[in-house]
């Protein structure tokens, strides 16, 4: 991907929403409806354009608390688990009847962060995100706060966001927040704090910039959106920090609305394929042959029938090595079966998968988007 110099909402294919729960609950805990509505406005007019969207949503723990009758300022961390089992109910419900308006369809997912960590989790979630964009549904993520405990939760959706743009390779995420972006100073305490439009490399220096204040506008705001976006930039997805506190948020960023774009370049792919490849255990192999190496150097995924031989043990999920008859290695990539079940169905249609292992499966053994190509992998 090349790095975009004016970038507007419609150079993009696949976009991550991340909507705060200042924005969408605000201090009052109510549904903040009519903004939903043009923020879901929005969102149907990127679909209409073809765009993949997927929302990361905030404020299942804000909206149950009121419907509980908790108390917000002291919440133990089982209430907060129970108030987001309560409001995350809330939330689903008014997206799909705000997005109902466009005849969209919302379809829930629950993340946690050993699903982005644990490949196998890892593979379902991104298929079944994958699938439900295939299927034309408006994915609605938010952390599964019911389950986690501080140790292994994500904390806050930022994060969220970031990692769910790198497992679906995004290539932009738009953080909506109560901020225009990024400033040299807190804006709030400093006349001459001077609003950045375009980073191109986040450094200690933004950081700084965004730690000054303890405000929200400091700590837990901009420093968790920066890190977010490093983690984005890293993997070759860009960012836009705005402030979501009027109608259209997203529409708006095209009419010239204050904002902060970090823009990402090419090298960052580099960071996706170190993972794929990290988990390689020698020996672990798939042959092919010519016609099928040719199909995956032009793109294509490796299928059932494209594999002749299995070589070495191992599961779902695991890197596997891809050669051209014994020796031409010609990548590595993560298995969507393991290898006894590809024994057992290599040379096959993918239609015959579900007959031969008695579930459906995959169509693919390895997905292009999980291949890296070169023999020196
Ligand atoms: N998952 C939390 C909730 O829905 C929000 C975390 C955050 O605001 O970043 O309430």
Redesign the pocket.
């Known amino acids: 991907m090349e790095t975009l110099i004016n970038p507007s909402i419609g150079d993009f294919k696949k976009i991550i929403v991340k909507i705060?729960?200042s924005l969408l609950v605000g201090e009052s805990n109510q549904l903040q409806s009519e903004w939903l509505d043009s923020v879901c406005d929005d969102i149907a007019e990127m679909h209409k354009r073809g765009q993949s969207v997927i929302i990361v949503?905030?404020?299942?723990?804000?909206a149950g608390v009121e419907s509980l009758g908790l108390n917000k300022s002291d919440l133990r961390l089982e209430e907060k688990q129970a108030a987001?089992a309560a409001?995350q109910m809330k939330l689903t419900q008014s997206y799909q009847s705000s997005l109902d308006r466009h005849n969209l369809n919302v379809a829930q997912v629950l993340l946690t962060r050993g699903d982005t960590e644990d490949r196998r989790r890892y593979l379902n979630s991104r298929e079944t995100l994958r699938t439900l964009l295939k299927l034309n549904a408006i994915p609605l993520i938010?952390?599964n706060?019911t389950v986690v405990t501080d140790e292994i939760r994500f904390g806050?959706?930022?994060q969220l966001a970031a990692y769910v743009a790198v497992m679906m390779d995004a290539d932009l995420c738009i953080l909506l927040s109560d901020v225009d972006g990024l400033y040299t100073k807190d804006p709030s305490s400093f006349n001459d704090a001077k609003h950045i439009s375009k980073v191109y490399n986040i450094n200690e220096e933004h950081f700084s910039m965004a730690g000054v204040t303890k405000s929200k506008y400091g700590t837990g705001g901009m420093q968790t959106k920066l890190l977010a976006a490093e983690i984005c930039m890293k993997s070759g997805c860009n960012v836009v920090i705005t402030n979501g506190k009027v109608k259209k948020p997203i529409s708006s960023l095209d009419n010239k609305k204050i904002s902060t774009w970090f823009l990402s370049n090419a090298e960052s792919q580099k960071i996706r394929k170190k993972w794929i490849l990290s988990n390689y255990i020698s020996g672990n192999r798939l042959i092919i042959d010519e016609s099928a190496a040719l199909g995956l150097k032009s793109g294509h995924s490796l299928l059932p029938r494209d594999v002749l031989d299995v070589k070495g043990s191992f599961k779902r999920g695991d890197t596997v090595e891809v050669a051209l008859g014994e020796k031409n290695i010609l990548g590595k990539g993560l298995s969507a079966f393991g290898s006894e079940d590809i024994k057992l169905i290599m040379g096959h249609e993918s239609d015959a998968i579900e007959q031969i292992l008695g579930f459906k499966g995959r169509s693919e053994i390895i997905h292009i988007d999980d291949l890296v190509i070169g023999s020196k992998t």
């Open positions: 705060g729960s949503t905030s404020g299942a723990i804000s987001a409001g938010n952390e706060d806050d959706n930022d």
